[in-house]
């Protein structure tokens, strides 16, 4: 399997700042992407501290592994690699006050042949397209997706609630948090969108899965995704990592030859 990696951010319209924080590595097929939190410039600290970090170890792990590594030694690398970046973001906000209580929302997404091992911390999201069909295939880790588990809200009213960013799971703010990984079967043409509330919160998933099923390039359906946000208001910063799947040039070669072309 072949992937593509796409990564745009924007202020948007309402922050003086960006605390949003992307990074990727094609090569160990590893994207994160994280949404600070905290006073001052304290979120973009926490959140640039965890993509780094994050993207630096998980990555030099997997290129030192090779393809030999089996599945339960990449969730638990990812998970080790979470650990550290906590820690790190954890202890800075102790030792500086004007870092005090700074932490970030996480997905991070490992991409191996035909499987996604996709964690994520906070209400920070990844969706799959696949066959025209939108699906989250994340579960935030929000006080408002708690009140819709309990049937204390409906998805309709979830939509204007006031407290749609409380998170009640974040990297750095205590000295352990959980990731929630799990694993995915990937199939040639799907396409992976990892994206700060940003943008989910300004652009609904009818109008996300219109744009990012139109045939374009990644960067332009990512420019159209951060338009979209900015012109329904862009009140926080937006991020979007896309990852498309393709078939490898070696596969592709092999049906070639079989159909005789």
């Given amino acids: 399997m072949m992937y593509q990696f796409c990564a745009r951010t924007d202020q948007g319209r309402a922050r003086d700042n960006n605390e949003d924080s992307i990074a990727f590595?094609?090569?160990a097929k590893v994207a994160v992407l994280a949404d600070g939190m905290g006073g001052y410039n304290a979120g973009e600290i926490a959140s640039g501290m965890a993509t780094a970090f994050i993207k630096s170890e998980l990555s030099r792990w997997i290129l030192e592994a090779g393809s030999t590594a089996q599945?339960?030694?990449?969730r638990r690398a990812m998970e080790i690699c979470v650990d550290n970046a906590n820690m790190a973001i954890y202890n800075s906000a102790n030792?500086?006050?004007?870092?005090?209580?700074?932490?970030?929302t996480l997905v991070v997404g490992v991409f191996r042949d035909?499987?996604?091992?996709?964690?994520?911390?906070g209400d920070s999201r990844c969706y799959r397209l696949r066959a025209g069909i939108l699906s989250q295939i994340t579960k935030d880790h929000s006080l408002l997706q708690e009140q819709i588990d309990a049937g204390l809200i409906s998805e309709e009213q979830a939509v204007n609630s006031s407290i749609k960013n409380l998170v009640t799971r974040a990297l750095g703010v205590e000295d352990m948090v959980m990731l929630d990984v799990n694993e995915h079967l990937v199939e040639p043409g799907d396409l992976y969108l990892m994206c700060s509330d940003g943008l989910s919160d300004m652009v609904n998933?009818?109008?996300i899965a219109r744009i990012i099923s139109e045939e374009t390039g990644l960067d332009q359906k990512a420019g159209l995704l951060i338009s979209s946000a900015n012109e329904n208001g862009g009140r926080d910063n937006?991020?979007?990592l896309m990852v498309?799947?393709?078939?490898?040039t070696e596969r592709r070669g092999l049906f070639a030859r079989l159909l005789g072309k």
């Fill in 25 to 27: 590595e094609e090569h």
């Fill in 71 to 74: 599945a339960k030694e990449v």
């Fill in 95 to 104: 030792s500086n006050s004007a870092y005090a209580g700074m932490g970030t």
């Fill in 114 to 121: 035909d499987r996604l091992f996709l964690g994520h911390i």
């Fill in 205 to 207: 998933d009818e109008l």
């Fill in 238 to 240: 937006i991020s979007v």
């Fill in 244 to 248: 498309l799947a393709g078939e490898s």
